[in-house]
T-cell receptor, first 111, second 114 residues
Framework: DAKTTQPTSMDCAEGRAANLPCNHSTISGNEYVYWYRQIHSQGPQYIIHGLKNNETNEMASLIITEDRKSSTLILPHATLRDTAVYYCIVRASGNTGKLIFGQGTTLQVKP | ETGVTQTPRHLVMGMTNKKSLKCEQHLGHNAMYWYKQSAKKPLELMFVYNFKEQTENNSVPSRFSPECPNSSHLFLHLHTLQPEDSALYLC?????????????FGPGTRLTVL
C-alpha cells in the first residue's frame, strides 16, 4: 500500500483558502487518492477523491501533480467548522476496499 | 450524515461484562466495516463484511466477535475486554469493496472499559 506523508498541523484564517499538502511518492498507477476529515470525536467524513485529473466538488478541490507523487486539498473559503483532522489516503490496490488512515493533518481555522 | 447509525453512542463496561455494539446503514450498501480509534492513534480497520460474509479480520483478538445478519446490520459483540480496549469504535459502509468506492462512517460508539 502506498504510504502518505502529511504535515502534523496547519493553521488557516477564517475566510481564506486552506491548502493541505500530501506526499504519496510510491503511489502506483491505478491507486486513487482519497481525502477524509474527522471533526473531533465524530466519524470520518468523505471529502473528495481523484486518480489523475484535478477534481472539484461542493466541499473542496483536489489538485494532483502530473507525476502523481503529491496532491493538495483546497478548501476555498475555510470556516471555523472546517477545523478537523484531514486524512490523505491512497486506496489499497486489489479488491479489499481497505482504507488505511495515517495521523493526518490537524487544521485549525482561526477567526 | 444519517445514513449510518450506531448505538449506543457511549458505553461504559466492566471487564467481566458482555455487551454489543450495533450499526445500521440505510444506504443500500453491501459492504460494512468496523474500525477502532484509540486515543492519539490512527483509525485501525478491524473487520470487513461483504454481502454478509466476513472478508477480512485484521488480527483482532477473539474477545471482539462481529456478526452481520444482513447487509444493513452489523454488530460487534464484546466480552472480557481490557482497559486498553477503551476507544472510539466506528462503523462504515460502502456499496461494495471496490477501491473506488466511498466509505460512509457512522458517528461511533465511545467505549470505556473499567
Amino acid at each position: 500500500d502506498a504510504k502518505t506523508t502529511q504535515p502534523t498541523s496547519m493553521d488557516c484564517a477564517e475566510g481564506r483558502a486552506a491548502n493541505l499538502p500530501c506526499n504519496h511518492s510510491t503511489i502506483s498507477g491505478n491507486e486513487y487518492v482519497y481525502w477524509y476529515r474527522q471533526i473531533h470525536s465524530q466519524g470520518p467524513q468523505y471529502i473528495i477523491h481523484g486518480l489523475k485529473n484535478n477534481e472539484t466538488n461542493e466541499m473542496a478541490s483536489l489538485i494532483i501533480t502530473e507525476d502523481r507523487k503529491s496532491s493538495t486539498l483546497i478548501l476555498p473559503h475555510a470556516t471555523l467548522r472546517d477545523t478537523a483532522v484531514y486524512y490523505c489516503i491512497v486506496r489499497a490496490s486489489g479488491n479489499t476496499g481497505k482504507l488505511i488512515f495515517g495521523q493526518g493533518t490537524t487544521l485549525q481555522v482561526k477567526p | 450524515e444519517t445514513g449510518v447509525t450506531q448505538t449506543p453512542r457511549h458505553l461504559v463496561m466492566g471487564m467481566t461484562n458482555k455487551k454489543s455494539l450495533k450499526c445500521e446503514q440505510h444506504l443500500g450498501h453491501n459492504a460494512m466495516y468496523w474500525y477502532k480509534q484509540s486515543a492519539k492513534k490512527p483509525l485501525e480497520l478491524m473487520f470487513v463484511y461483504n454481502f454478509k460474509e466476513q472478508t477480512e479480520n485484521n488480527s483482532v483478538p477473539s474477545r471482539f466477535s462481529p456478526e452481520c445478519p444482513n447487509s444493513s446490520h452489523l454488530f460487534l459483540h464484546l466480552h472480557t475486554l481490557q482497559p486498553e480496549d477503551s476507544a472510539l469504535y466506528l462503523c462504515a459502509s460502502s456499496q461494495d469493496l471496490s477501491r473506488t468506492d466511498t466509505q460512509y462512517f457512522g458517528p461511533g460508539t465511545r467505549l470505556t472499559v473499567l
